[in-house]
């Protein structure tokens, strides 16, 4: 059986190799050569050791590794309100320094909340900064920052469009009702033609500066309208209406905005209702332009319509 034994030790070389090929596999070198595998032992038999570690053991427990945390930077806080109170404090600082030396002092630095975060318009660097805390809690060196300092950063120019809410609230706080000016003013015979206006108005401009950004808000009355009280459509007019001139007080004709009553009303005074709409259109720094809604204000006034008497003598 000489020949048989030879047989099965060269089969069991190869599948010593065979494996030891899988185990191993091929290494790399740290310059990228490649390695050849440790070389299989080989006696009387083939032996293969191998270590398997059974998935279900317990294995020690690695402790975490504790990264330290530097000092972070946090934007502060603030409402636009906030950043108003603080530029209306400045705004009063500054006065009183004034009233104190007699000379104007110019304000230069203007704060203002973008994404609820506090910055300012700094007018001697020219430039925006935004206003950062830090928190040291984690730091790996305490001692350079402490929790709570405070610093101002560079920080991008913002979208002028935070000019708008501002600049749009005082223009249309400025606008009143219509004042009527109709002709007759407040009391008309029947089939005399009137001229119906209110008093002009506008157009009201705002603007806000924010350093080189600016934002500017108009509003312009763009209609008037007049319901009669009679129940007919009302008449619309551009703008404010038209007045009657010197040159048609004589004339029973009625104006190009105008109305003529074809009944009296009893002796009673009877309703006509005057609303202007006012349009709101907006415009910023970097060529942006827009509209809000339209602003409608509302008069009520009293009107009385009479029969003209005619009184004959006979002869």
Known sequence: MPQLSRRAATVAIMVGAMLSLIIFGTVEADDGTRKDPPPTT???????????????????????????????????????????????????????????????????????????????????????????????????????????????????????????????????EVITPPVPTLSPVDRAPVNLGMWLAVQPAGPISVRADLGPLWAETTATMATTSFDLGTGDVPIICAGHGTPIPDSEKDSIEQGPCGYTYTADTDGEAIEITITSTWTVAWALSDGTTGSEADIVVTTVLPYEIYEIQTVGTGG
């Open 42 to 172: 080989v006696s009387d038999g083939p032996v293969i050791t191998a270590v398997v570690t059974d998935p279900g053991t317990e294995q020690p427990e690695t402790p975490p590794v504790t990264v330290p945390i530097p000092c972070a930077w946090f934007g502060s806080i603030a409402t636009g309100e906030y950043a108003d109170n603080l530029n209306a404090a400045i705004g009063q600082i500054v006065g009183i320094i004034g009233s104190i030396t007699g000379t104007p002092t110019r304000i230069t630095i203007t704060f203002y909340s973008e994404d609820a975060r506090l910055h300012r318009w700094n007018d001697v660097g020219g430039r925006f900064e935004r206003h950062q805390v830090a928190d040291c809690s984690n730091a790996t060196d305490p001692g350079s920052v402490i929790s709570g300092d405070t610093r101002w950063r560079a920080a991008v120019p913002p979208n002028p469009a935070i000019l708008l809410p501002g600049t749009t609230e005082q223009a249309t």
